[in-house]
């Protein structure tokens, strides 16, 4: 059985952006499951329905989990292990003696998850997760520019996050969304009378996810944009 598992960011975004319909038609194509592990659950459906923002997003993506198309895992072992991960990670680095805190249980889960069950990719949207496991010690630098501060590493522990990580693989929404174009799950929102529509389409869709969190540079989309659309 093939897996791929989503962190709370990328379906947030699929969903402000009337986008989670494409994830019913792409799970038929990828004859594999869609995973989110408990905490993310919470994160996207839980704690939205208890307040006001994203709270008509939760409900789209409850429809959907209760559908089947997303499927949650709630596994002891797995959030034991996100735990212990998060403890590493949040031990990797230190300003003024004290350690940063720098992911959540949702984005710890999500990553053990992929890993304990051999998932195809992880989905992440956020930069500080994806940066930690294919580049950490450039998320070193991004931190000493963001604080202003000297930061210390741990380098035994950025060896054993490099272990636990390695062999990872990490999509965004924007990838997901650029293999939906590819094989026509976005031609229905082909505008009619605009020149060079699939183009504008994809660079729409693209700018759209980007501006509501997804990591992604002006210059990948515009390479994206140049590569994919065919007119």
């Known amino acids: 059985m093939k897996f791929l598992v989503f962190d709370s960011g990328p379906i947030i975004n699929l969903a402000i952006n009337n986008l989670l319909e494409v994830l019913e038609d792409l799970k038929k194509r990828y004859n594999g499951e869609f995973l989110i592990p408990r905490k ?16 008509f997003e939760a409900l789209r993506t409850l429809s959907f989990i209760n559908k089947g198309i997303i499927k949650t895992i709630d596994d002891k072992e797995i959030e034991l292990a996100a735990l212990e991960f998060k403890q590493l990670v949040n031990q990797c680095f230190r300003k003024n003696g004290k350690n940063i805190e720098i992911i959540h249980q949702g984005e710890a ?59 990872l693989v990490i999509l965004r929404s924007t990838e997901i969304i650029t293999i939906a174009y590819k094989i026509g799950l976005l031609d229905k929102y082909l505008p009619e009378r605009i020149p060079m529509a699939k183009r504008v389409l994809l660079e729409s869709v693209l700018w759209a996810l980007k501006l509501n969190g997804c990591s992604i540079t002006n210059k990948e989309i515009n390479r994206i944009v140049k590569k994919e659309s065919r007119d």
């Open 109 to 167: 889960e999500a990553i053990m998850t992929a890993k304990m069950m051999n998932a195809e990719a992880i989905v992440i949207d956020e930069s500080t997760a994806r940066m930690l496991i294919e580049e950490p010690e450039m998320y070193l630098h991004r931190l000493e520019n963001k604080l202003n501060a000297k930061i210390i590493k741990d380098e035994k522990k950025l060896r054993e996050l490099k272990e636990i990580t390695k062999g």
């Open 40 to 55: 993310v659950k919470e994160e996207l459906v839980n704690r939205p329905l208890e307040g006001t923002k994203f709270k």
